[in-house]
């Protein structure tokens, strides 16, 4: 069992930073890929970034891709999305997410993930 808890969320005007954190618990948690999804009011979840379980691999959707950032510290036990011009288009609910796989895997729909946060609001505006 993993248990992940995601930080970071908040208010922030168009063009700038925000970082979120999820603090993951349990034995294998290290064992486990681990990724981001959004969900904005009336849309389907979708993912923003992957990684692999030990950070050698990861994924950016296009939606996202140089603006968004995905790393992880497995001595912590943390994975972090790294966001930066933001626009009023990525407001949505930010969930952390966590899948077993093998080395080098990156998961990239929601039904491969086993375990979840209970998101952070990321809130944009113009």
């Known amino acids: 069992q993993v248990q992940l808890e995601e930080s970071g969320g908040g208010l922030v005007q168009a063009g700038g930073s925000l970082r979120l954190s999820c603090a993951a618990s349990g034995r294998t948690a290290s064992s486990n890929a681990m990724g981001w999804f959004r969900q904005a009011p009336g849309k389907e979840r979708e993912i923003v970034v992957g990684?692999?379980?030990?950070?050698?691999?990861?994924y950016v959707a296009d939606s996202v891709k140089g603006r968004f950032t995905i790393s992880r510290d497995n001595a912590k036990n943390t994975v972090y999305l790294q966001m930066n011009t933001l626009k009023p288009e990525d407001t949505a609910v930010y969930y952390c997410?966590?899948?077993?796989?093998?080395?080098?895997?990156?998961?990239?729909?929601?039904?491969?993930?086993?375990?979840w946060g209970q998101g952070t609001q990321v809130t944009v505006s113009s």
């Open positions: 990684i692999s379980r030990r950070g050698g691999r990861t």
């Open positions: 997410a966590a899948g077993p796989s093998g080395p080098g895997i990156i998961l990239t729909y929601y039904y491969e993930y086993a375990y």
